[in-house]
């Protein structure tokens, strides 16, 4: 799972539905990102890095249980 990815849609306000919305992308390709099933797009990503402010390097983390 994208911990971060999830801790900065969630410090933000925003659902999931909200955030797949922004990057016009259904929501369950959302949550595939951030669940870390899918990588997603680069353009995605640098989107993401804008509405959160955050680098997409730690967005774009990993963590394995």
Known sequence: MR?????ARKD???TQ???AEYLG???R???HIESGVYTG???HWDKLEDLFGIHQR???QVVTD
Do not use: F, H, P
Request: proline share 0%.
């Open 3 to 7: 911990n971060n990815l999830k801790k």
């Open 29 to 31: 390709a959302y949550q």
């Open 58 to 60: 730690i967005l774009r």
């Open 17 to 19: 539905k909200q955030v």
């Open 25 to 27: 992308i259904s929501e």
């Open 41 to 43: 797009k680069i353009k």
């Open 12 to 14: 933000a306000g925003l």
